[in-house]
């Protein structure tokens, strides 16, 4: 709470100005902690019937009663509002006392409020801090809450300082039956509202943390790379239409340098560079986490970044590769395995876990170089790759057990 040292408020009249009438109007005189304001009472009076010792209108009659009771009014009004602002803690200015006198209420924050702002943060610092898949995702959020309120509330917005842990379970709720989202999709549209929320209460807009109590735990998901028969299968396999040809190509060269679908669609001529080995290498930085990522740029990527340099979309954009949408490759991978019988799900972020498995520690990459190369944080998010190579392990000995068991 912000204290003060001084408070007072006084009736007075502004001689210097007059209506038609040579009247002059009575205002009243806020001071705190030395800052003045002033409020008009939308009365005048002639100056020869202010008091100004006693700060009222002198005499008796109707009208000098009126003003003075008005005044009284105000100043009573004054001390409740800086009475409830120190008991309920919060800061004591100007503008919340004259609100008080004046019995305009105080804008109540609503959720959309802090959560649209975060939103126009997020979309600031795409490039910098952000992709714009990730702005897409905190708008999908957003949309996903306004259609919440609508349904749940039917309203178009919720007052922050109502939200409980009721709003957070229903808004779960919500997203995995009407949302028509899974349970790790839903824990990432609630994370983003967390988020919001922390910043509600990092600025004092919320007193309690509706999230207190709540949690969600996420579903394991085993993501299977290509084995290196599978790796094979898809780089001999010749398709008729372009456009899977060059989404084998751009998936490939993620299995063989182990980028992220943001960092291949990213990459430039400004991120080869020869290395302390006399080898071309990749130096570039994770979009996600701003991580370096040093990179060999083996045979088969190097191939796929020559056979694509004169492509038309490359020479306009600058960038390496004629990558698409996140949308449209994942999309034309699915048609990719069904032709070539991969009966694995193909998506972009395979191709990283391919290259980390298949082509790094199935090869004697050893942990701590692979953790630089995939530009990780620490050494426990590249361990999730050799539990993936444990279960291929497993699968392929799998009927060596049968078969000695007999």
């Not at 600058?318 to 395995?337: T, V």
Request: aromatic share 8%; hydrophobic share 40%; net charge positive.
């Amino acid at each position: 709470m912000k204290t003060t040292r001084t408070f007072s408020i006084l009736a007075m009249v502004r001689r210097t100005k007059t209506n038609k009438l040579r009247e002059v109007p009575v205002i009243m005189r806020l001071t705190i902690d030395g800052k003045i304001s002033e409020i008009a009472t939308k009365h005048y009076i002639k100056p020869e019937l202010w008091d100004s010792n006693q700060g009222k209108v002198k005499g008796k009659s109707i009208y000098s009663k009126t003003i003075n009771d008005t005044i009284e009014l105000f100043k009573l009004r004054a001390k409740q509002h800086y009475n409830k602002l120190i008991e309920e803690g919060k800061d004591i200015d100007l503008d919340a006392i004259k609100n008080g006198i004046l019995g305009i209420e105080e804008k109540q924050l609503t959720l959309l409020d802090v959560f649209t702002k975060l939103v126009k943060d997020v979309k600031a610092k795409i490039g910098v801090e952000f992709s714009f898949s990730c702005y897409n995702a905190y708008k999908a959020s957003e949309n996903h809450i306004r259609n919440f309120i609508y349904l749940e509330y039917k309203v178009k917005d919720f007052k922050l300082k109502e939200l409980s842990y009721k709003f957070i379970a229903d808004f779960e709720l919500y997203l995995k039956t009407k949302g028509k989202c899974r349970q790790n999709g839903a824990i990432k549209h609630v994370q983003r509202l967390k988020k919001a929320i922390k910043i509600a209460l990092k600025y004092n807009y919320l007193e309690k943390d509706p999230f207190l109590l709540h949690s969600m735990s996420k579903d394991k998901v085993v993501r299977l790379p290509l084995n290196e028969g599978e790796l094979e299968l898809l780089k001999n396999t010749r398709f008729n239409f372009q456009r899977l040809e060059i989404i084998k190509d751009m998936f490939l060269f993620t299995c063989y340098t182990g980028l992220a679908f943001i960092d291949a669609k990213h990459l430039r001529m400004s991120n080869l560079s020869i290395g302390i080995d006399g080898e071309e290498w990749i130096y570039t930085e994770r979009k996600k986490t701003g991580n370096p990522c040093t990179i060999p740029l083996l045979s088969p990527a190097k191939a796929i970044l020559e056979k694509y340099k004169e492509h038309e979309r490359v020479i306009t954009s600058g960038f390496l590769l004629p990558i698409p949408s996140n949308q449209k490759f994942n999309a034309y991978l699915k048609e990719i395995a069904d032709i070539c019988g991969i009966r694995k799900k193909l998506t972009v972020h395979i191709g990283r876990h391919t290259f980390a498995t298949t082509i790094a520690l199935q090869n004697g990459v050893p942990m701590e170089v692979l953790k630089q190369i995939l530009g990780h944080d620490n050494i426990n998010t590249t361990q999730i790759y050799a539990k993936v190579t444990n279960t291929l392990i497993a699968a392929s000995t799998q009927a060596l057990r049968k078969k000695l068991a007999k």
